[in-house]
């Protein structure tokens, strides 16, 4: 197969312009290596709530699920509206422009997706998309790139070497959970979600844990609060039989959440592979990759058991440089190196591609959000920043 | 009043030696500050187990709702039992001597109560107290002492000055929530506990953490996540309802809890008083003391709307150390300045604590976990630590 379908979701913010960069970096790689990726965007998030009311409409999905893969760049924030623009600027002559303040005005033309209902929000999107396409893993790697180790708050000495794999359970856990919402009970309001997994569930990651352990350090730390929670003491049980029974060469430990949550500040290099549940995989996958120092620049891929997976940066949307060419689009070329590795098949293409972003930074470029004081090296946009992998491609 | 009844709860492992050096510190408070302190040991943890087969006895809780306040060491880990040492030495000249490994052995001597069934764990003696006695507020402070700056793992310029408070919820949220448990469905286990919170738990603590943070630095950042979370959104209009109306000069803010792992680990100072559920506060106090890089010097008081509070140390019970002399007594004689503050309204005594913990440190003693290689301080143990606080008091 040298054909591949595949669904482009540029998303909000800053969303639009990394995905630019790296259609350019993709288009390099197709022309160097002969395959052909047939790149088809879809609306999800704030933009496909503007233009089609619904965060992940019906169509994206089903063109999702029609290809092989699906790249996303980021979704949520605020979006500056400059429809409205005109209309302050007719407002400023007038005498009122001393009396209310400029500020104000501009905040007329910021709108707030998070101040929807639920279900108008970007965030249900992404949860829908992942639902919808039954991607339960998530998988989350926090590795320290050597150039970058300064950029890391923590001492060079404890992040120096640091390669962790935080594995994330995503379509289940308090996430998905019913019965929930909020109720008024004897004239309270009552807020709930339920903490649930089932032994499937917990049995499927713990599988994709397994594999992903053995292929790296052979070493799987799960991580829980089985000394509170009922759903924790099954997921231990669970994780604990999968491992010991079709894993027997991967070391498996268990560690509390909270424990987890200081190891990995303490030394991080004790950690090889982790799995844990979503919203404790949401805290930690965070906590990890900002050890590291430089979110920018860390993919994931989100999989499920069979068909496309979705593969996609780590950082936000970051709606306050959007459109200002400043953001990194190192992050999506990476994840479209895992795409071509996980879902493509195409481990030499996804070598190529991580290799071309270890030497841009070699040659010293660096976005704005890699970059340090007195580093020596030179700050570049993120077009620049694009072509510059696309060369070496 | 002049006359105080302190019940003192050594639980397990490096328990029993710190509580033993607090014990002489408050004798030389006294003896300095004309005041009593009845002080009354009772049981919970491990040690209540073996000993009352109940991990928190009725009898400790009346005993601790008699006192004006409690101070408690740890619980937890593991115990070695001393008393099965005749019988493994008297199989070691036997042959078998050779095919069983010596490890193994000494394993039996190893009481493990984390395999016992849940009602018999340490830990929920810990969830009964609190709920027992209504300790619903949690204040964590995460401060850093300018004398440990570098047992940090982050770089000094990022944790020095540091001083954050967590208000963590202590009775509420997916700890108690009902219903719970684990069931069969289908022929398939399922875990389950329900993350719920009503909007008395969560004004309550809200007024908490507004008064904390109005006599602290005035600014408040409540973590939730209302992105995913039902439970959350009450929490979110709970308490911005809370510190609008009650509290108008703290600054409120709020923050996912993903993001303030990440946050805290990215730029600490930015924080003052951070308010948050059951669940996330224990994820994220322990992260943020971690951050501060000295455990073994943080206290924390955990208290009701009336009624004694708990006033404890954040470092666990460290069973690898225990009675060996090496262990930290300085967060469990904090904790007990802390009691003075908040329960006994003795700031003057409180304040004499704290000073006689900084000058320690100023006169160079250390105990191992707060020990740097080529600090040029002088190593010291849990005896000689606790007499030199008491010498200064
Ligand atoms: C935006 C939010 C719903 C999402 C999550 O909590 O899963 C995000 O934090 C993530 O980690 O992808
Ligand atoms: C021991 C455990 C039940 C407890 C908790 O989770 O509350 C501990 O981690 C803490 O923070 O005091």
Redesign the pocket.
């Known amino acids: 197969k040298d054909t591949y379908q595949i669904t482009l979701l540029p998303g909000d913010g800053i969303g639009p312009e990394i995905m630019s960069s790296c259609k350019d970096v993709l288009g390099a790689l197709q022309k160097r290596c002969g395959f052909t990726l047939e790149m088809k965007e879809a609306l999800i998030g704030g933009v496909a709530i503007d233009e089609a009311g619904d965060p992940f409409p019906d169509e994206s999905l089903e063109q999702c699920l029609k290809s092989d893969s699906v790249l996303l760049s980021c979704i949520?924030g605020y979006k500056v509206n400059y429809n409205t623009l005109p209309y302050i600027a007719a407002l400023l002559p007038l005498p009122i422009y001393s009396l209310i303040n400029i500020h104000t005005l501009i905040c007329y033309m910021i709108v707030q997706w998070d101040s929807n209902p639920r279900e108008l929000r970007p965030?249900t999107g992404?949860?829908k998309m992942r639902k919808s396409m039954g991607l339960f893993a998530n998988l989350r790697p926090a590795k320290v790139l050597s150039q970058l180790i300064d950029a890391s708050t923590l001492k060079r000495e404890v992040v120096e070497g640091v390669d962790v794999m935080v594995v994330r359970e995503l379509t289940g856990d308090v996430y998905f959970g019913t019965p929930k919402g909020i109720d008024v009970v004897d004239g309270k309001r009552v807020g709930y979600n339920n903490m649930i997994y089932d032994e499937t569930e917990i049995e499927r990651i713990a599988r994709v844990a397994g594999d992903v352990a053995s292929k790296r350090g052979g070493k799987l730390c799960s991580v829980d609060k089985a000394n509170v929670l009922d759903v924790s003491q099954l997921w231990r049980d669970v994780v604990t039989d999968v491992i010991t029974k079709d894993f027997p060469d991967v070391e498996l430990s268990h560690m509390y959440v909270d424990n987890a949550a200081m190891q990995l500040i303490r030394w991080p290099k004790q950690f090889d592979t982790m799995v844990t549940g979503n919203i404790f995989g949401?805290i930690l996958s965070?906590e990890a990759s900002m050890l590291v120092g430089s979110l920018g620049m860390l993919p994931s891929a989100s999989i499920g058991e069979s068909g496309p997976g979705v593969f996609e940066p780590c950082h936000g949307s970051a709606p306050d440089i959007a459109g200002q060419d400043k953001a990194n689009p190192l992050a999506l070329i990476l994840s479209a190196a895992m795409m071509l590795r996980y879902d493509l098949d195409r481990a030499e293409e996804a070598d190529i591609l991580e290799k071309a972003v270890e030497a841009v930074l070699d040659q010293g470029l660096r976005t704005a959000d890699i970059k340090q004081e007195g580093d020596g090296c030179k700050l570049v946009g993120c077009i620049e920043m694009g072509k510059a992998v696309a060369d070496i491609v």
Request: no cysteine.
């Open positions: 949520g965030e992404l949860l949401d965070d």
